[in-house]
């Protein structure tokens, strides 16, 4: 069972997994905490500076957040790059949007869909992670040295010129089509 799992079980039946333990030992921010002789965790309600009670898991009398015992990794630096560049052709999938008349078709089953809500706008025929990976290959240079500007959350490519290039490279290849959501992200990447 995943150690996620383990923490969750726990935290239902308040009955401790030893594996968690273990597992603490080995994340920097409770090894000196978990490896002393007599390291004990429980399972115990938290309340927060608003009010809020919570059950959580105390490691020697403190709280564990969840969160802070599973960080979340890294993004490495091509994942981040993806992201921009998705990011940065928003705007020709809400045009694409836009354009089309409820109720449109789903490409992948044929279902008449009648609601925003329910569609996702996909790429037909060459994914988006192809169409990205060929633009990424022609700037001859490493991911590393795209600049990109942005919240953390919302990063677009910082270059006008990289950012013309890679809208009209997109435009040129990408073959929108409106899907239903939950077919849309079942299918993953495969190409239809």
């Known amino acids: ?114 609601k925003w809500s329910e569609i996702d706008i996909d790429h037909k025929g060459l994914p988006f992670a192809d169409i990205a990976e060929m633009w990424i290959a022609l700037q001859d240079k490493p991911v590393e040295k795209i600049r990109l500007k942005g919240a953390k959350t919302n990063k677009v490519l910082a270059s006008k010129k990289e950012l013309q290039s890679w809208c009209e490279h997109h435009k040129k290849l990408a073959h929108l089509v409106p899907t239903d959501k939950s077919a849309n992200r079942a299918k993953g990447r495969k190409i239809i």
């Open 1 to 114: 069972m995943a150690i996620k799992q383990q923490w969750e079980n726990s935290l239902k039946t308040g009955k401790i997994d030893p594996a968690l333990l273990e597992y603490l030992k080995t994340q920097p921010k409770y090894s000196t905490q978990a490896n002393l002789p007599n390291a004990k965790l429980k399972v115990g309600v938290f309340e927060n500076s608003r009010g809020f009670a919570n059950r959580t898991i105390f490691l020697n009398g403190i709280p564990i957040p969840k969160s802070s015992a599973f960080p979340k990794k890294k993004k490495s630096p091509k994942r981040i790059l993806m992201e921009a560049l998705r990011n940065s052709v928003t705007e020709q999938i809400l045009d694409f949007r836009k354009n089309q008349q409820l109720p449109v078709e789903c490409y992948l089953t044929g279902k008449q869909l009648k």
